[in-house]
């Protein structure tokens, strides 16, 4: 068991470029979900995924936005058409799924968006 | 849905002096209370929970926090404090359904923990 991991871990981009993050959980955690941390902040919950199944999104995603979870295994995160308010540590955590759910974070990947 | 308000963004203290870390939480629904601690340069690390049962709890490196369900809070405690107990500490809660977790963890804002010799 190696954690979470979480490629690339910094992402220096210009506005309007697209970009992809990957997150691969811990082997045999069906629960991955992604969060958001800006300066100054506690992480905001983005999305999770039991299994390949996306089962929640948050209103703070917007369209530009998309998370995929082929197979139920590594998760990637999409953004397209990047703004400079992009910018933000992006944090992957994974879990077990059991009653109470503890999860288990990501290095993140910290995205500048010029 | 939940929140989460820690009061203090910043707690200086010096080393050997005990130390109270303030989280209050809202929510309509019962929930799991969690303490998360990032070390500088790392990534979030689970500090200790509560889940059910006892409402005290603890961690291996003397931290405590306890659930007080009327006053809706969860502050962290640690009588003597080291200098490698500076980090940022973050309260989050999960809303429960039927006694499992609805999966997303709310945070607070975090709170910068600065332990001086």
């Known amino acids: 068991d190696t954690g979470v991991s979480q490629n690339p871990r910094h992402k220096i981009t210009k506005r309007g470029q697209n970009v992809t993050f990957r997150c691969d959980p811990i082997?045999?955690?069906?629960?991955l979900y992604w969060y958001r941390q800006t300066l100054g902040q506690g992480p905001e919950f983005l999305t999770y995924f039991q299994n390949e199944a996306q089962l929640e999104k948050s209103r703070l995603l917007s369209d530009r936005f998309s998370a995929e979870r082929p197979k139920g295994s590594f998760s990637t995160l999409e953004i397209q058409r990047t703004e400079q308010g992009d910018s933000a540590m992006y944090l992957c955590?994974?879990?077990?799924?059991?009653?109470?759910?503890?999860?288990?974070f990501g290095p993140g990947t910290r995205l500048t968006v010029l | 849905a939940q929140s989460v308000t820690q009061l203090d963004s910043q707690v200086p203290v010096f080393e050997e002096a005990p130390v109270e870390l303030r989280c209050n939480y809202s929510s309509s629904v019962s929930v799991y209370l969690f303490w998360y601690v990032q070390y500088p340069n790392q990534g979030l690390q689970l500090l200790l929970k509560?889940?059910?049962?006892?409402?005290l709890v603890k961690s291996i490196n003397g931290f405590e926090a306890e659930f007080n369900k009327s006053q809706t809070s969860f502050h962290l405690r640690k009588p003597s404090v080291h200098i490698s107990d500076t980090a940022e500490y973050f309260c989050a809660v999960s809303g429960l359904l039927g006694g499992t977790s609805y999966g997303k963890l709310t945070f607070g804002q975090g709170t910068i923990l600065t332990v001086h010799p």
């Open positions: 082997s045999e955690h069906n629960r």
């Open positions: 509560y889940l059910s049962g006892s409402t």
């Open positions: 955590a994974s879990s077990s799924g059991l009653a109470w759910d503890e999860q288990f």
